[in-house]
Structures are given as C-alpha cells and as structure tokens.
C-alpha cells in the first residue's frame, strides 16, 4: 500500500511539473513493476447518486396514497399553536407555551373538550398558572401530573357555573391528588 502511495504521489507531481493534469481515475498498482496505471475513468462525484438499483421495483404513488399518509400525521405544533390562536382567541406566548411537549397539548385538550371552546383562555391560564406551579414544587412534569385533565375539568366548570370562586377553586385544587389525611390522634371516633 505504501509503495503505491509513494509511486502515486511522485508521478502526480511529474505530471503536474511537466505541465500535464491529472484526471479522476480508479488506478491499479502493480508491485512487480513498481507502479500504477489506470482502469477506468471515474465520473464526477454528484453522478455516483444516480445510479439507479436494479433491485428495487417502481413505485407508482397516487394521490389517494398521499392523502391517507397525510391524514394519518399528527399535527404539528406549528398548526397547534396557529389553531390556538385563530380558533381559540389565545396569545401566541400562550399558545407556544401549551404546544412546548405533546403532552402538555394533550392535558390542555382534554381539559379543553370538557369545559369547552369558550373558556379556553381561563382552562390555559389555569394550566400556565396552578398546575405548573404545582408541578415545579412537587419537581415533576405534565406527563406524571397529579390532577387529572378531567379532575381539572370539574374544577373550572365550578368557577364557570359559580360554585366555587376562583381563590376557593385554587385550595381545592391543592388538595387533588394528595394522599388522604390520617386521622388526628387523640381524637375517639364514634
């Protein structure tokens, strides 16, 4: 190998001293006699992508292909966030906040289909507000949130059909998902 290096590298800068040029080849050493010469010359570099492989078979797509394979596709959180805004009247800070992950999306959805398109702002400001704060204290995410969407869900249609006030609504929030309160001790149960 080093042979044909050496050899190689020589006879390129004689070529080239000698006012020769040197052209892309695929090149053949011979040890007996001590040098190279060429066996084929070599196209350019963006025509080896083109070679066409005789082992795979056409592929015809017709547009029903193409709609099914779009109609399967999830939506993106570009068209999340731009439905967020057009049909739901949120912010654009809002709506990239609630489109960051795919499961905060899907909570803010499924809250959303319970209490409905018109209390999208105050079901966003919620998740925003309580639930991430609750989140960031108990130091987990959306995915392994405590409350469910639907737990969430009945304590804004009490806000919406005026059960509960907003500031009553925020401490029993607080209690969902906790463990039951033991017993005081001393106290006898009847």
Request: charged share 25%.
């Amino acid at each position: 190998m080093q042979q044909a290096i050496d050899y190689e590298v020589q006879w390129q800068i004689d070529t080239l001293e000698n006012g020769g040029k040197i052209h892309q080849a695929t090149v053949l050493f011979d040890p007996d006699k001590g040098s190279t010469h060429a066996m084929r010359s070599k196209e350019e570099a963006h025509d080896y992508r083109y070679f066409p492989d005789p082992d795979l078979l056409p592929l015809d797509i017709t547009p029903a292909m193409l709609e099914q394979a779009r109609a399967s596709l999830p939506e993106l959180p570009q068209a999340k966030r731009e439905r967020y805004v057009n049909e739901l009247g949120l912010s654009a800070y809002d709506a990239s906040i609630l489109t960051a992950s795919r499961e905060m999306a899907d909570y803010f959805e499924d809250t959303l289909a319970v209490v409905g398109k018109d209390n999208a702002k105050m079901c966003a400001n919620w998740l925003m507000g309580e639930v991430a704060a609750r989140l960031n204290r108990e130091g987990k995410d959306i995915a392994n949130c405590p409350v469910s969407a639907a737990d969430l869900a009945g304590v804004l249609l009490r806000i919406i059909d005026g059960t509960l006030s907003n500031n009553s609504a925020k401490v029993g929030f607080d209690a969902l998902g906790q463990p039951a309160q033991e017993p005081m001790s001393g106290l006898s149960e009847r």
